[in-house]
């Protein structure tokens, strides 16, 4: 499953289809699962004596990038030292920008991975000069989106040059498909509240059920969903609040397991995470078009489901209770829908291109057998 790597095969251009490059020793895989070289193993560099030591930094906010800066060092690379920060430290091997609007800040961009979270470019921040501009002449790049590539070319940013990292982050290996169904229909909605999310269209959803007459029982997961909350409640619908300071990422699994199934109203995102927590929680989806959810669409509607308005949505809800008992026995191949998309091996695969950035010695490429992520919830 594992294959070798060198330079010249990373700054290969990834293609649609599944095909080789001239020395044959690189995988792609092709949608749905979208083009993405991964995953690595390359030999060990000979003669490395000291640690190479990798930056990852963001600016805490609270969110998903605390998390995977926890997450980051948490992994554990032979000969690798990572030191996690908000701002860029100095001396280092390697830096990794989880932000892209942060890349700029590092020290040396050539020995820099960026990742590029969203396809939200607002203004000209891809423009010369703009915040995020500084991603072309990073070491690497990490897409998680098709559509992220094409925006980057549009703005004239070569991807010829760095190594081009395309996937999905994927899922913790903590989701595990559920073995049982909630006692009353129940409907999950996940995130942090922004206007990205979009989640005032959650109470005008549950109204327009409750409307229809079609029972249910909400769960709230997550940080600034309180006045959502409360205008459910206050419509006299049965739902459940899970506030983020008090249920911590690591309650996650359990309360997927707890839905029937899941509902993102976003207007812009590149996963996102929640849908492949709750694919591998064997929990369907409605959706906006958004992010991953078209693609999965496309080879399993009956699991993903996507609509443009909240009237579209509230049908596919409907839809899933109506289905219920029979989409829960379908739940394992839910889960099988995102089992190649591992956050585990995400995060391995960019801390090997800092190993690789970091390295002074062009044929280095670091050795996952015997790396381990001491990641476990």
């Not at 709750?278 to 369907?284: F, K, V």
């Not at 009237?311 to 394992?332: C, P, S, T, W, Y």
Request: hydrophobic residues 40%.
């Amino acid at each position: 499953m594992f294959q070798t790597f060198t330079r010249s095969l990373f700054q290969t251009r990834l293609s649609n289809e599944l095909s080789r490059s001239d020395t044959g020793k690189f995988l792609l895989l092709f949608p749905p699962k979208c083009s993405f070289i991964f995953p690595l193993q390359i030999k060990e560099r000979i003669g490395l004596s000291q640690k190479i030591r990798i930056n990852v930094y963001a600016k805490s906010n609270g969110w998903l990038f605390d998390d995977l800066k926890k997450r980051f060092a948490q992994v554990y690379i032979p000969r690798a030292e990572i030191i996690t920060s908000e701002t860029p430290l100095f001396p280092c091997d390697a830096w990794v920008a989880i932000r892209s609007s942060e890349v700029r800040l590092s020290p040396k961009l050539e020995r820099t991975v960026a990742i590029i979270h969203d396809v939200c470019h607002p203004g000209d921040v891809y423009q010369p000069g703009g915040e995020r501009r500084a991603v072309e002449d990073a070491g690497a790049i990490v897409l998680s989106h098709p559509q992220e590539r094409d925006i980057l070319l549009s703005y004239g940013i070569d991807l010829e040059r760095p190594i081009i990292l395309d996937r999905p982050l994927g899922v913790l290996s903590s989701f595990t498909c559920r073995n049982s169904m909630p006692k009353d229909f129940t409907i999950g909605v996940v995130g942090r509240d922004s206007a990205l999310k979009r989640f005032k269209w959650v109470p005008l959803i549950a109204q327009k059920l409750q409307e229809a007459e079609v029972p249910c029982h909400w769960h709230l997961v997550g940080k600034g969903l309180e006045l959502y909350a409360t205008a459910i409640t206050g419509s006299g619908i049965s739902c459940t609040q899970y506030p983020r300071k008090i249920y911590p990422i690591t309650t996650y699994p359990g309360l997927y397991q707890a839905m029937d199934c899941h509902l993102i109203t976003s207007n812009s995102e590149a996963g996102p995470l929640t849908l492949f927590e709750a694919l591998a929680s064997g929990i369907p989806v409605a959706s906006t078009p958004v992010g991953w959810a078209p693609i999965f669409e496309k080879s399993a509607p009956e699991f993903v489901r996507t609509a443009e308005d909240i009237d579209g949505l509230v049908e596919h809800l409907i839809a899933l209770k109506e289905n219920r008992e029979r989409i829960f026995q379908k739940r394992r191949a839910i889960s099988e829908l995102v089992s190649d998309y591992s956050l585990d091996d995400w995060f391995l695969a960019v801390l090997n291109l800092a190993m690789y950035l970091g390295s002074s010695d062009p044929v280095y490429l670091a050795h996952l057998d015997n790396c381990q992520s001491s990641v476990a919830v």
